[in-house]
């Protein structure tokens, strides 16, 4: 469900649109000198208080490796940011005085305002001092001439904005990529160069902040297209987006003072902006990373292309609660996901830690808006028609929450981040990763079907397409995706994800795959689960006893191997770095059906049966029943859409006949809990009664398996969604 457009969610304080203060004695980026006095009286109120607390507990930024130039210009840039962001709610001068030296070492910098040096670190550089600057260039402490200007360091550093903005204009330096990221972070950081510097700016022309808006803006329109159907989500992965929003944020928080014009949420040239941050917060579940990543340590999500699958805020968490960077109606979601994830009921850490962003936090948490659980706005499925981004979601709570997605890669864009993940699935949740890619190029790592030995591959990327989906109210659904960037010919995907409480598990997915070439079926896991080989299948396990156990219902399963893989990007999970694990199979036709049941620790999977009888049969597998769920897996919409019951009326064993056999099993079971259908419950109550009984007598030597109750009915039994699959032999298989 969504919410219409919440009107007056912008607080006054942070963003209200106040006159613009001009001149060299005070902030004019984010607020008014008159709005400074609020925003100190909040730091004596929840959750405020703890906001500041944690920003001011942070220590001074040190590089990684002191002798690696770039580490030290982002170290002194944090540090100027965190020290003026101190002097700002404290007003105590030595906060003032360090600011301004780090910024000046950063000034001072043979690489500031170097056209030919890497763009994203001299728009790091320039962020932190353009920041610094703003919040304190009120103080005495610029009153010397410490950095070798002509006048005072006010002037000097002023001045040196206006240069480092005009450097990023004129030239994106060495590594730069017009169509990724690094586009984003350039100009938005020239922006805010503009919009700090005291000097004189063109109100036009390429030294502008109307140029620097307009590059931005293409960016977006490299990533999500001008399409009216885009749903924001980037063609990079998710945290290639939160960090360029740590840069365009930040600009277009400040650009929408300075012009109410320059507003991307309502700039319809590009649509799919204001859904942007939206759809990075509906990827997230809270689940403790730890430290072992810088960003604090709560979140992981899919490790889309050549992603991180840990969650780094880089400030967006606290950017994201500004009604000019996301749809206004996002808002109570997003400040929920805040809450959940890095605020008071999450880690904590308030966006602070990643980056020393904790400003943003402090400046647009809002005070008039209470948070509401993302399914009430979000939903709990999430589709991007233009990048081809799939993703079904159980709910929005805590790290159990489970995330399941597929890729289906509908464009391509070069010189971007983009790994061989075309028609691969990602499954986490329950406290952890459970299918995950390779964590950068190397296509191993990746959750698909291989043509070779998946140790052997090479990729080429290409395009995919999604060609049928559908969605159900409680995040189940499915999604047929054609496509491979590893060699498979004709592979066809069908992902199905139930999240219902009629299986007797927390999730089941099913993956049915076909192709021409096909000889692998791989599934890559976060090294810190451990795989089981079984006779039928195998069978993951996370570091606290959660299972996932997967069924080959086609496929080689004596062909099974484990093994681990050295992910590029490690996953950060409980204070340690993992690789991958992984596990494979083959097949001798080119196709696959795996189910895999999410089974909470000290539950036991459900019993999994393949049918063969006529009334089931329709397909190009074997029909599955889990619980009260029947799954048929058919090649396009007409064989996956339909909703019916699991069974005939009275039908326990499933025959396509009601008969004695199936009065026997309800005998034979009377009084049992926990039951399902294929135990005798058919009102779906969880146990075995007379009522049970009954539906058999009534129904008794009735019509045959063409007598499938109307999707009306079942509402009536409780017996939930169905995905249309195929026949085989009938079978009981259990681990």
């Known amino acids: 469900m969504r919410i219409g457009l919440m009107t007056g969610l912008i607080p006054g304080l942070l963003f209200g649109l106040a006159t613009l203060t001009v001149g060299s004695t005070g902030p004019k980026l984010f607020f008014d000198e008159a709005d400074i006095s609020a925003i100190r009286d909040r730091l004596d109120h929840e959750p405020y208080a703890s906001m500041f607390a944690r920003i001011a507990a942070l220590p001074e930024a040190t590089p990684a490796d002191p002798a690696n130039n770039i580490h030290v210009q982002y170290a002194r840039a944090d540090n100027a940011l965190h020290y003026a962001t101190l002097y700002l709610f404290i007003e105590d001068e030595q906060y003032a005085v360090k600011a301004r030296d780090f910024s000046l070492q950063l000034v001072n910098d043979p690489d500031w305002a170097r056209d030919g040096y890497r763009a994203l670190s001299r728009a790091y550089m320039l962020r932190g001092v353009a920041i610094a600057y ?6 005495a402490a610029w009153d010397v001439d410490l950095g070798g200007g002509s006048s005072n360091d006010r002037s000097y550093v002023s001045e040196q904005l206006k240069a480092m903005g005009d450097s990023l204009i004129a030239s994106g330096g060495s590594g730069y990529n017009h169509n990724n990221n690094w586009r984003a972070v350039r100009y938005s950081a020239a922006g805010l160069a503009y919009l700090a510097t005291d000097e004189p700016v063109a109100a036009s022309g390429s030294t502008s902040v109307q140029n620097a808006y307009n590059q931005v803006r293409g960016f977006f329109s490299n990533q999500l297209t001008t399409s009216s159907q885009s749903n924001g989500w980037m063609y990079e992965p998710v945290n290639y987006a939160t960090y360029p929003a740590a840069f365009w944020g930040v600009f277009h928080q400040a650009a929408i003072r300075h012009d109410p014009s320059f507003n991307y949420i309502e700039d319809s040239a590009v649509p799919g902006i204001k859904h942007n941050l939206m759809s990075v917060a509906f990827s997230v579940v809270a689940i403790p990373k730890a430290e072992a990543y810088v960003g604090g340590g709560f979140g992981i999500v899919p490790d889309w292309a050549n992603g991180h699958t840990s969650y780094r805020p880089e400030g967006t968490a606290g950017l994201g609660l500004l009604g000019s960077n996301v749809a206004p109606e996002y808002l109570p979601a997003m400040l929920w996901v805040y809450d959940n994830v890095v605020g008071a009921a999450g880690d904590q850490t308030w966006d602070a830690t990643d980056r020393y962003m904790g400003l943003f936090s402090l400046l647009n948490y809002p005070s008039d808006i209470q948070p509401v659980n993302p399914a009430e706005i979000f939903g709990l499925t999430f589709h991007d028609p233009v990048n081809g981004m799939t993703m079904f979601r159980n709910r929005f709570q805590d790290g159990h929450d489970l995330l399941s997605g597929i890729q289906a890669k509908h464009r391509l864009v070069s010189q971007n981040h983009n790994g ?7 499954i986490i949740g329950l406290n952890s990763i459970w299918a995950t890619g390779g964590g950068n190029q190397n296509p191993a790592g990746q959750t698909t079907v291989f043509p070779v030995d998946p140790g052997q591959a090479s990729y080429s990327n290409a395009p995919g397409n999604t060609v049928a989906k559908q969605f159900f109210e409680d995040g189940s659904g499915w999604a047929i995706v054609d496509g491979t960037n590893v060699g498979t010919s004709n592979h066809r995907r069908r992902f199905i994800t139930d999240y219902s409480d009629q299986t007797g598990a927390e999730a089941v997915y099913i993956v049915a795959d076909t192709s021409s070439n096909g000889q692998f079926w791989r599934l890559n896991t976060g090294a810190m689960n451990s795989i089981q080989l079984t006779d039928s299948g195998f069978i993951i396990t996370s570091p606290d006893d959660h299972t996932m156990y997967g069924l080959v219902l086609h496929g080689d399963p004596q062909t099974m191997r484990t093994g681990e893989l050295v992910r590029g990007f490690k996953i950060a999970y409980d204070g340690v770095q993992y690789d991958n694990r992984w596990v494979d199979l083959q097949s001798s036709d080119g196709d696959f059906l795996i189910v895999l049941l999410m ?17 089931y049969a329709s397909g190009i597998f074997p029909s599955v029943v889990v619980g009260n769920r029947i799954y048929e897996v058919g090649d396009d919409w007409a064989n996956m859409s339909a909703i019916k019951d699991v069974a005939l009326p009275g039908d326990v064993k499933l025959s396509g ?16 809990d926990g039951a399902f259908w294929m135990d005798g419950d058919l009102t779906g109550d969880g146990r075995v009664g007379l009522r049970d009984a009954f539906a058999v007598l009534e129904n008794h030597g009735g019509p045959g ?15 939930g969604a169905v995905f249309l699959l195929g026949s085989a032999r009938r079978s009981r298989r259990a681990f």
């Open 420 to 426: 061989p993940d075309l028609n691969s699935f990602r």
């Open 705 to 719: 398996a063409t007598a499938i109750p109307e999707p009306a009915s079942l509402a009536v039994l409780g017996l």
């Open 599 to 615: 089974v909470e620790a000290g539950n036991q999977p459900p019993a999994v049966v393949t049918l063969d009888t006529p009334a």
């Open 657 to 672: 006949v009601v008969d004695d056999a199936d009065l026997a099993m309800v005998q034979a079971n009377l009084g049992m």
């Open 134 to 139: 703003d919040l304190t260039k009120s103080s």
